[in-house]
C-alpha cells in the first residue's frame, strides 16, 4: 500500500490579529494516484485550505499538522512545501513584471529538481507542452500573466504544472471564468499531468475539469469543516440537488 502523499489532521486556521477561525477540525489523507474534489458554499473555506496546505503566511495554523511526503511541513514556508512537490494554482493568477515566463520556469523547475537546467531539453520540452496548451510560443518571452486574458493565465498555470511536474497539485477554480474550449483545453492538460505517482485536489463548480478523471473522493466543506466526504458520484448530486441536500451531514 501507498504511504499517504498529504495528511492534514485536526487542522485550525486563524487570520488576523482577532484570530478568527476560518477551519476548525479539518482532517484529510490525500494517497499517491487519487484524485479529491472539494466543493461547498461561496465562503465554506475551501481556498482558505488550499491557501493553509501551501504556506500562506495570511493565515496561522492554531491547532493541528500538515504532513506532506512524511514531512511536517505545518509551519513551513511556501517554499520549502514547493520544493517538496506541492503546487497551487490560483484563482487568479497574479502578474509578475519583469520576469519572463520562459525565465520564471526555468529558474522554478532549477529551484525544485535543486539541479543546473539544460537550456536546450528544457526549451525543447517548453514548446511541446505549449503547443499541447494551444499557448503562442511568443508567450514564453513576455512578462509572467502580464496582459494575459484570463484564459491564457490559466493555460499559463497549467504550463508550469506540466513543466514543474509536482507531487500533489492544488487547483483552485483553475476552470473559473474560462469558455468552454479554453475549460477542454485546461481539462487535457490536468489530465496529461496526472499519474500513478501525483495527486490532485481540486476545487470545482463545473465538472467540465474533471472529464476523463476518476474521482476518487469529494468533501464538502460548510462552516469551516468537512461536512461530508463521498465518491465521486457526489459531484453529480451536488450539481443537480444543490448543497442542502448534504449539509449537515457528519464527515465520514
Known amino acids: 500500500m501507498n504511504s499517504a502523499l498529504l495528511q492534514v489532521k485536526d487542522l ?9 477561525v476560518l477551519l476548525d477540525g479539518v482532517n484529510l489523507t490525500v494517497n499517491p494516484g487519487e484524485v479529491h474534489v ?15 496546505l501551501m504556506g500562506d503566511p495570511r493565515y ?30 490560483f484563482q487568479t493568477p497574479e502578474e ?39 499557448i503562442d ?20 498555470e497549467m504550463l508550469q504544472l506540466l513543466m514543474l511536474k509536482p ?17 477542454k483545453t485546461v481539462a487535457a492538460g490536468v489530465r496529461a499531468y496526472h499519474n500513478a505517482d501525483n495527486a ?6 463545473n465538472a467540465k475539469i474533471l472529464e476523463g478523471l476518476t474521482v476518487d ?7 469551516a469543516r468537512i461536512v461530508r466526504t463521498g465518491s465521486g458520484a457526489l459531484v453529480t448530486e451536488i450539481l443537480q440537488e444543490g448543497f442542502a441536500s448534504v449539509k449537515g451531514d457528519a464527515a465520514k
Open 38 to 52: 472539494l466543493m461547498g458554499h461561496n465562503g465554506a473555506g475551501k481556498s482558505t485550505l488550499m491557501s493553509a
Open 137 to 156: 510560443p511568443a508567450y514564453a518571452d513576455r512578462y509572467l500573466n502580464v496582459g494575459f486574458s484570463g484564459g491564457e493565465k490559466k493555460k499559463s
Open 200 to 205: 490532485l485536489l481540486i476545487i470545482t463548480h
Open 217 to 223: 473522493y469529494v468533501h464538502v466543506l460548510d462552516d
Open 60 to 89: 496561522t495554523v492554531t491547532r493541528g499538522q500538515i504532513l506532506f511526503r512524511g514531512q511536517d511541513v505545518t509551519h513551513e514556508p511556501a517554499d520549502v512545501r514547493a520544493r517538496l512537490g506541492m503546487f497551487l494554482s
Open 96 to 134: 509578475i513584471p519583469g520576469i519572463t515566463l520562459e525565465n520564471f520556469l526555468r529558474t522554478a523547475q532549477g529551484a525544485v529538481t535543486g539541479q543546473p537546467v539544460k537550456v536546450m531539453a528544457f526549451r525543447h520540452e517548453l514548446a511541446r507542452q505549449m503547443q499541447a496548451l494551444q
Open 12 to 20: 485550525q486556521v486563524t487570520v488576523g490579529e482577532e484570530r478568527k
Open 167 to 183: 507531487k500533489l497539485a492544488l487547483l483552485d477554480e483553475t476552470d473559473s471564468g474560462l469558455d468552454v474550449d479554453a475549460v
